[in-house]
């Protein structure tokens, strides 16, 4: 059975600063990971998709990337800003055609004006 | 309307009520989900509709009973919830076998 794990649960960096947020998963056998933001109370926000045969994703100040053989991955966020502060969380998709994803229990990011 | 849209946005309910969530998606999806997230807990998959067929209850109790109408809609009927039922509720979609799962912004549920 998959399991995808965060570490670590809440992180609190100053603005300005680049940082990284992980997720490791069990089963290297995935179609695609993909990691989500999520506002209190709110629902998910796709931010970057990974197929399993890419190395990286790129959009804007976000840089997520996949190291399927280790099964990790990492989601770099440069020149952070007090508007990134939410929960990231990733998700697995175990192949194609089935859209059932594994989440991790996410990171709670908290960026200090 | 753009998006995958949820109502009521919040609902608290007594253990014998029965009440309904709604979700609407706008996006031409043919694949509904509704999951469930609790405090600290990864979000669980609760059911999948297909071209509005079930295609997966991931062992859910019967006091959950959802209902696909057509593939724009997916309701939540909840009856003789627990408090352990209290959760935030979302609806997602996608275009199988497209990847991509697109959310709504949930139902806060509490069951008192």
């Known amino acids: 059975k998959q399991e995808v794990t965060q570490i670590p649960a809440a992180l609190s960096v100053p603005e300005g600063e680049n940082l990284v947020l992980n997720c490791s998963f069990t089963?290297?056998?995935?179609?695609?990971l993909q990691w989500f933001r999520q506002d209190p109370g709110k629902g998910l926000t796709s931010l970057l998709l990974?197929?399993?045969?890419?190395r990286e994703q790129t959009s804007g100040r976000l840089n997520a990337s996949l190291d399927k053989s280790s099964g990790r991955s990492t989601l770099y966020i440069a020149a952070s800003q007090p508007g990134d502060s939410a929960t990231y969380l990733c998700a697995v998709r175990p192949d194609f055609g089935n859209e059932k994803l594994t989440f991790g229990t996410g990171t709670r990011l908290t960026i200090i004006p | 309307e753009t998006g995958v849209t949820q109502t009521p946005r919040h609902l608290v309910m007594g253990m014998t009520n029965k009440k309904s969530l709604k979700c609407e998606q706008h996006?031409?999806?043919?694949?509904m989900y509704w999951y469930k997230q609790s405090a600290k807990k990864p979000l669980e998959l609760m059911f999948v509709y297909n071209f509005k067929e079930q295609t997966e209850n991931n062992s859910v109790p019967s006091r959950f009973s959802p209902e696909c109408p057509n593939s724009s809609h997916l309701f939540l009927h909840l009856h003789t919830l627990q408090p352990e039922d209290s959760a935030l509720y979302l609806c997602?979609?996608?275009?199988?076998?497209?990847?991509?799962?697109?959310f709504g912004s949930g139902t806060q549920l509490s069951v008192l």
């Open positions: 997602a979609s996608s275009q199988d076998p497209t990847p991509g799962l697109f």
């Open positions: 990974i197929q399993s045969s890419q």
């Open positions: 089963d290297s056998a995935i179609y695609n």
């Open positions: 996006l031409g999806h043919n694949a």
